[in-house]
T-cell receptor, first 114, second 110 residues
Framework: KAGVTQTPRYLIKTRGQQVTLSCSPISGHRSVSWYQQTPGQGLQFLFEYFSETQRNKGNFPGRFSGRQFSNSRSEMNVSTLELGDSALYLC?????????????FGPGTRLTVL | GEDVEQSLFLSVREGDSSVINCTYTDSSSTYLYWYKQEPGAGLQLLTYIFSNMDMKQDQRLTVLLNKKDKHLSLRIADTQTGDSAIYFCAEDTGRRALTFGSGTRLQVQP
């Protein structure tokens, strides 16, 4: 079974631009969560989507948004990019069942904001 | 509140056992995880333990959970140079928003 895939793997943007990152979960997984990893703040939860609905949100400004499609693929969008948005963005998928709720991570998208 | 703490660095010799420790503060955690991250890569799930368990063994990995002290440890037996990486513990309080520690960098010396 293929793992979680994320595209693109690397992105370079300038301040003020917007960016869209994509995540395809493991086949059969319906929950997708997004995390930001930076040297200063470590790994922080952004949001979780399940059945095309945002179920939980971390403490990030409204510039960070996401969505999930009917095939469980998810995208996250960051508008009006700031230098501090430079980070590794990781998505994770899970079955979201009581008996199996482990989160499996993709390789990440490394975003550099200049 | 939720806060997960780990020591920053551990150095061991190849063939020795490594023990990475973690403390957490949220007693309602349901799952506790160990992830491995190699340079430039994402997070690889190593193992996890349910909060109602005390121990879990999976090949070279042994996880111990002390709920009273909110202490989690990962023991790697016969540590190899390929085990050199950053190890993160994480807790899930049931909301699927994992809270991660800052990571422990494991260095394995030949």
């Amino acid at each position: 079974k293929a793992g979680v895939t994320q595209t693109p793997r690397y992105l370079i943007k300038t301040r003020g631009q917007q960016v869209t990152l994509s995540c395809s979960p493991i086949s059969g997984h319906r929950s997708v969560s997004w995390y930001q990893q930076t040297p200063g703040q470590g790994l922080q939860f952004l949001f979780e989507y399940f059945s095309e609905t945002q179920r939980n949100k971390g403490n990030f400004p409204g510039r960070f948004s996401g969505r999930q499609f009917s095939n469980s693929r998810s995208e996250m969008n960051v508008s009006t990019l700031e230098l501090g948005d430079s980070a590794l963005y990781l998505c994770a998928s899970s079955l979201r069942q009581a008996s199996e709720d482990t989160q499996y991570f993709g390789p990440g998208t490394r975003l550099t904001v200049l | 509140g939720e806060d997960v703490e780990q020591s920053l660095f551990l150095s061991v010799r190849e063939g020795d056992s490594s023990v990475i420790n973690c403390t957490y503060t949220d007693s309602s955690s349901t799952y506790l995880y160990w992830y491995k991250q190699e340079p430039g890569a994402g997070l690889q799930l190593l193992t996890y333990i349910f909060s109602n368990m005390d121990m879990k063994q999976d090949q070279r990995l042994t996880v111990l959970l002390n709920k009273k002290d909110k202490h989690l440890s990962l023991r790697i037996a016969d540590t190899q140079t390929g085990d050199s990486a950053i190890y993160f513990c994480a807790e899930d309080t049931g909301r699927r928003a994992l809270t991660f520690g800052s990571g422990t960098r494991l260095q394995v010396q030949p």
